[in-house]
C-alpha cells in the first residue's frame, strides 16, 4: 500500500534552516508529482511546493518563493523541502501528499503523509 | 482562482442534513474539483473529486454536484463520524488552491 512519512520537522529560530524529507514506498515513485502542503495552527491548507515526476518543473506560491526548494531523490523514493530564512508563519504541520499525474496538476490529492511539525520561534 | 467555502461552520445534529458551499472566482472544469474530510490531528482524505465522484472509503450519504463557479458538498444525514472540517479544492493547474474551509460541528 501507498505510504508516505515525513520527517524532518522540529523548532528552529527565525532566519534559519530546515529540511523536511518524505520517504515513499508502495508505488513507483518516480512516475509521479510530488507536494507539500502545510497547515499553520488551526488554520487551512496551503500549497507550498509541487514538483514533477522527473524533478525538471517546480511550482511555488508567491509567499515561499525564493526561500522554499523542492528536490526529488528517486533513486531513493524521497521528497525534500529545503525551508531556509524561515520565518514565525511558516509555523505549520507540513504535509507530503502524492499527485496521480507526471506534473502536478489535474489531479487530486489521494495520497498523504501523517505531516511533521514545523515551529519557528526563538 | 480563489475557493471561498461557506458557511465558515455549520452546526448541526446527528441525522440532519449538511450542505456546503464552494464558490470559485472564475468558472471550473468540473474534471477538477476536489473535497477532502479532514478530522483533527488527521491528514486530510480525499473524499470527492471531479466534483461528484465520491472516494471508494466514504458512504453513499457523501455527494457533491456543482458546475462553473458553484459547488456543492452534501451530506445526506449527519453520522457522528461526520463532524469534521471540510475543504473543496481546485487542481487544474499547478499549484492549485484550497478553500479556507467549512467546519462541521455538532449542535
Known sequence: QVQLVESGGGVVQPGRSLR????????????YA?????????????????????GNNEYYPDSVKGRFTISRDNSKNTVFLQM???????????????DGTYYGSGSP???WGQGTLVTVSS | IVLTQSPGTLS??????ATLSCRASQ?????????YQQKPGQ????????????AVAFPD?????????????TISRLEPEDFAVYYCQHYGASPGTFGQGTKVEIK
Not at chain 1, 531556509?84 to 502524492?98: E, F, I, K
Not at chain 2, 448541526?12 to 442534513?17: F, I, W
Not at chain 2, 471550473?28 to 476536489?34: D, G, V
Not at chain 2, 491528514?43 to 465520491?54: C, D, G, H, M, Q
Open chain 1, 34 to 54: 510530488m507536494h507539500w502542503v502545510r497547515q499553520a495552527p488551526g488554520k487551512g491548507l496551503e500549497w507550498v511546493a509541487i514538483i514533477s515526476y522527473d
Open chain 1, 84 to 98: 531556509n530564512s524561515l520565518r514565525p508563519d511558516d509555523t505549520a504541520v507540513y504535509y507530503c501528499a502524492r
Open chain 1, 109 to 111: 490529492l489521494k495520497y
Open chain 2, 27 to 35: 468558472s471550473i472544469n468540473t474534471n477538477y474539483l476536489a473535497w
Open chain 2, 12 to 17: 448541526l445534529s446527528p441525522g440532519e442534513r
Open chain 2, 43 to 54: 491528514a486530510p482524505r480525499l473524499l470527492i473529486y471531479a466534483t461528484s465522484s465520491r
Open chain 2, 61 to 73: 450519504r457523501f455527494s457533491g454536484s456543482g458546475s462553473g463557479t458553484d459547488f456543492t458538498l
Open chain 1, 20 to 31: 523536511l524529507s518524505c520517504a515513499s514506498s508502495g508505488f513507483t515513485f518516480s512516475n
